[in-house]
């Protein structure tokens, strides 16, 4: 398979050439040529087939994903080299698809590709968001939020001129699929992922995100979670949703209908995956369009229920949807009907009131129909499962304990290490032969090479030249970062439960200990990246906390050779395939219980970066991988934290008594961050720490500090660390989504 062809075809055509169009001409011949080899790529095959629904797929830029699974990527880089010209260049204009926002949507990324690179028949169902969830910009000390459009005329899209008909309560609109492909790794297969579209979709509003929410016709597929603080935006989320599962789900029998089967058949030929509960509408949809077409009610719901999976992804109770009754009815009142049928079903079973689809007061609760009416249940990470299984979801686990399952996540480690850290996968490749590529657990042979100081030292040297490229980075954004210092990196959505507060604690600390005099013995860069949900104050706070922060520090000439603070703009996949093969300390700090498994800690690990963390979420199962010496581990367990919890018996006010946290929490009232900022945001903050953090920032402070203090010692003796480097590194692979996805299949799809 060569590109060239394809290449000269496109860039004839638009009178360009390799070594006269722009960047961005390139960028789109080569899109456009990429395109035309998958064109006639091959679907996997099978007898049952996979709908993967999701209402994100944070899938990242695809040119360099594509050609790493087309197997081009080196004769492309040559082909470009040979006309001067260099792929990150061009890449760098290619627009990342807002179809996502954070680990929820990347999962679903990451298991498309391995989906299509186990050769597994599944396709993805989602919607084509145009603005996402929004850009997020930080010039003015504050987040502001601007739409962040993607779609071009030479984009990934495909146009299948294909569309269904969506009734709701009052109108009606046709959605539109428009597909991207997903190639799988070397192996001649392209799966799909399906998004769906209103016809006419707005232009980009002018005032920020701020838009016509009541105009659901333009746009319904505008954005990503549009604000819900009121209720028209609300309702404008389950017109989304309902959208993305009607269309799916009549997509779905007009594909059973297309390979000759009855509709009676369904489970044996479909299995439909919710990812979380944003798609659970699918099954009262499912069953809604089985009875029309003439199968029996009891029959449908059987039938339906043999056909689902569904993951759960948190146990916050805030992200555990339920609607109004009257929300649905004005959206969708066809499906009510079938919803009291299934809540009946589910007494039948059980009669406890808290495991009712439809409550007393007339609310839906949307995680109970998706266990009530799926075949399997999954939790994301060892401790998140039994979590849900002993205290979550207990009473739903003692009715349906064959349903409960665990899906430890995945990461692919062909974005994630051969696409992104190319200097370290060809040293891998060096020692240990490129099997790793095809099955990551091959990673473990590094093991044999512990005492191979020379190549410990080439991975030092790696990571060094890693952290100039972030630094290169960096500067053209307008910030400075010594390369030589340790890189402390948290980069994830903004949320009191991963407790950016607790770091921000730790930077004041570490601040006040080098204005005292107590110089670290090399500079450190602490580098967030986070995005916060528009409406949520307290996590727009913090990131002001931290740009003050970041501006106090640089205009401090005794702190700013020692320490630096780094807020980067817009976090997204881009900026992440920079700041993790920089990565020296992976912060992982959520509090324990709450972060049902995390990716991003198997993403910075696998790239040599050591966990600083709660045992919390996967860190737990790293944590047994790579053993204690390589990782650091504080705070309390989750045990301790959900007894906490139980009792109402965390009071922050005991830990702010603390002189030594007193200091640090004050500090954010001090007069001299004050100028940095505004009184109203920080004080704000400090009033929420001593009065209730409720997420318990507080709780493990002292305990971080301390062994935050060892780690970034513990780095000095560089051949110690690059031991630690190499096992993190070596016993990754087991966070292969590839292996995650082959449980899947074993255990939930059977596919194969
Ligand atoms: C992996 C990833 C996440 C998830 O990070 P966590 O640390 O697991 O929360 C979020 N956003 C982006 C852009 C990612 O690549």
Not at 228 to 253: C, H, K, N, P, W
Not at 383 to 412: A, R
Not at 719 to 738: C, H, K, T, Y
Request: aromatic share 8%.
């Amino acid at each position: 398979m060569s590109i060239q062809p394809y290449l000269d075809t496109y860039l004839t055509r638009h009178g360009g050439s390799l070594d006269t169009s722009s960047d961005r001409e390139l960028m789109y011949a080569l899109t456009a040529a990429v395109r035309d080899l998958q064109k006639p790529m091959g679907h996997a095959q099978g007898k049952r087939k996979l709908y993967y629904f999701s209402a994100e797929f944070l899938v990242g830029r695809l040119l360099r994903a594509n050609l790493i699974n087309l197997g081009l990527l080196e004769d492309v880089e040559a082909l470009l080299a040979a006309h001067g010209r260099s792929l990150a260049q061009i890449e760098d204009q290619e627009p990342e698809p807002s179809l996502g926002n954070g680990g929820l949507g990347r999962l679903a990324a990451c298991f498309l590709d391995s989906i299509a690179s186990l050769g597994i028949n599944g396709d993805g169902v989602g919607l084509n968001y145009h603005y996402g969830l929004f850009r997020q910009r930080l010039d003015t000390g504050r987040q502001t939020e601007m739409p962040d459009p993607w779609i071009a005329p030479e984009s990934w899209l495909l146009d299948t001129g294909v569309s269904y008909p969506v009734k709701f309560g009052s109108f009606s609109l046709n959605a539109r699929l428009y597909d991207l492909e997903i190639p799988g790794y070397e192996n001649g297969i392209c799966n799909r992922l399906h998004l769906f579209d209103v016809e006419q979709p707005a232009p980009p509003p002018k005032d920020g995100i701020q838009f016509d929410k009541t105009d659901i016709s333009h746009h319904l597929t505008s954005f990503l979670y549009p604000d819900d603080s009121d209720e028209t935006g609300r309702l404008l989320r389950l017109y989304q949703q309902y959208f993305m599962v009607s269309a799916g789900a009549q997509l779905i029998l007009q594909e059973l209908e297309e390979r000759g089967h009855a509709l009676e058949e369904l489970d044996k030929y479909a299995v439909v995956h919710i990812n979380d509960t944003h798609p659970s509408m699918v099954i009262p949809e499912l069953i809604r369009l089985l009875t029309e077409r003439g199968v029996e009610l009891e029959r449908a719901m059987d039938l339906v229920e043999r056909t689902c999976a569904y993951t759960n992804h948190t146990i916050l109770a805030e992200a555990l949807e339920k609607w109004p009754a009257s929300y649905l009815e004005q959206v969708t009142p066809q499906l009510l009907p079938f919803i009291r049928a299934l809540d009946e079903r589910a007494r039948k079973r059980s009669d406890a009131p808290k495991l009712a689809i439809w409550d007393a007061h007339d609310v839906i609760h949307m995680a109970h129909m998706d266990i009530h009416s799926s075949a399997k249940v999954n939790g994301v990470a060892e401790l998140h499962t039994e979590i849900l299984k002993n205290t979550e979801l207990h009473s739903f686990y003692v009715l349906y304990p064959e349903k409960f399952n665990n899906k430890t996540n995945g990461i692919t480690f062909r974005r994630w290490l051969m696409g992104c850290n190319p200097a370290l996968s060809d040293l891998i490749t060096q020692a240990i032969g490129p099997e790793w590529k095809r099955d990551a657990g091959k990673l473990e042979g590094l093991m044999d090479y512990m005492e191979d100081s020379a190549l410990r030292e080439q991975l030092l040297s790696v990571k060094g030249e890693n952290k100039t490229k972030l630094a290169r980075w960096l500067k053209g954004r307008g910030t400075e970062i010594t390369p030589d210092s340790i890189l402390d990196i948290q980069i994830k959505r903004l949320h009191q439960y991963k407790r950016q507060q607790m770091n921000a604690l730790y930077a004041i600390w570490k601040y006040l200990q080098i204005k005292e005099g107590r110089t670290p013995t090399r500079p450190v860069t602490m580098v967030f990246g986070a995005k916060a949900a528009p409406a949520y104050t307290l996590a727009k706070d913090t990131i002001h906390l931290l740009l003050c922060l970041s501006r106090l520090i640089d205009q401090d000439p005794q702190v700013s050779p020692w320490l630096k603070l780094v807020m980067v703009e817009n976090y997204n996949v881009s900026s992440a395939e920079l700041l993790v093969p920089a990565c020296d300390v992976s912060e992982q700090i959520s509090l324990a219980s709450k972060e049902a498994s995390g990716t991003g800690n198997m993403k910075l690990m696998a790239n040599g970066a050591v966990t600083l963390g709660t045992l919390d979420g996967a860190n737990v199962e790293i944590s047994r991988l790579v053993g204690e010496e390589n990782i650091y581990i504080f705070g309390r367990s989750a045990d301790e934290v959900i007894d906490l919890y139980q009792n109402s018996a965390y009071r922050s006010s005991d830990y702010w008594q603390k002189p030594e946290v007193e200091r640090l929490v004050d500090f954010i009232i001090s007069p001299q961050l004050l100028t940095m900022g505004d009184a109203q945001s920080l004080s704000r903050l400090y009033k929420d720490f001593i009065s209730k953090d409720y997420f318990m920032a507080l709780l493990d402070l002292e305990d971080y500090i301390a062994v935050k203090e060892r780690c970034l010692t513990d780095y000095e003796d560089r051949d110690a660390w690059s031991r630690r480097m190499l096992v993190n590194i070596a016993r990754s692979g087991f966070f292969s989504s590839d292996r995650t996805i082959a449980e899947y299949d074993q255990d939930i799809w059977h596919l194969k």
